[in-house]
């Protein structure tokens, strides 16, 4: 690909999207991160850029160019501090407001790129991100390390970019590994599950609720599968039983007839996971 756009067009995306210069975030001792200079890049230095690995560039250098993708172009400056106030009287004496850098790709573009991170998780090497209901995008980073002008051997940083709700991204997670040990060298093994755990806690701070229209997972023997729980209540308990073979059933009570369920009917739960029945008359 890198081949394809040539370097004067790869490196006019790099500094579109912000690489090589500060992001201004009102933060001490921030870095540029490093690129080639355009004249020194021949087709070694243009495909090691291509892959990432000719590139070095920071985490909020990151995160605000996968923002830009994200929100349909526009490339902000971060901030940490949003209002300063004087705590007697609770005067706003400085306010930090969005500030647009520069447009970066269309709006229609970037629902194309949000589709695309969605299936990465959904279909590709992000999989272990996966949360059944929620539309979770995002893209694994694999980077070997180099040392003295030589790369290091099993010797890499892990990472993961992930968005949620992809649709409609409300929060954008940046984690990478410095050198995993005991493991497979691949991010979808190691960043995944724990960026899946964080996503978790994202999605219950900022209330995000499910929905229905994201790509459906591509499972694997390993995966856990998610089936959608039968309402049964009215039923009796062997059409029940029936209905719900595919999950492990609790019953309370006594009678023939289901009078209520938790979880309740339409929700979508682990196969094997326990529905509990209250049974009567």
Known sequence: MGQLLGKEKLFAYLDLFGFGEKTGIDLNGEGTGILFPLEKVGNVELATTAFGQGISVTPIQQVRAISAVLNGGELLRPYVVKAIEEPETGNV??????????????????KTMRMAL??????????????????????????????NGAYLVNNYIMSFVGIVP????????????????????????????????????????????????????????????????????????????????????????????????????????????????????
């Open 93 to 110: 004496l400085f306010q930090n407001k969005k500030k647009v850098i520069r447009k970066t790709i269309s709006e229609e573009t970037s």
């Open 166 to 281: 992809s649709n409609d991204p409300q929060a954008v997670l940046y984690i990478a590994i410095d050198n995993p040990k005991k493991t497979a060298l691949l991010s979808s093994y190691t960043t995944t599950p724990v960026a899946r755990r964080i996503l978790l806690d994202i999605i219950e701070a900022l209330h995000i609720e499910k929905q229905e229209g994201g790509i459906e997972k591509d499972y694997i023997w390993s995966d856990k599968v998610y089936y959608q729980v039968p309402n049964v209540i009215g039923k009796s308990k062997e059409e029940a039983t029936k209905l719900l073979e595919k999950f492990h059933v609790e019953y309370a009570g006594s009678g023939n007839t289901i009078l209520s369920q938790s979880p309740e009917g339409d929700e979508r739960i682990e196969e094997g996971a326990t529905v509990k029945l209250l049974l009567g008359d």
């Open 118 to 147: 969605e299936s990465v998780v959904a279909l590709g090497g992000g999989k272990a991100a996966y949360i059944d209901g929620y539309r979770i995008g995002g893209k694994t980073g694999t980077a070997q390390k180099v040392e």
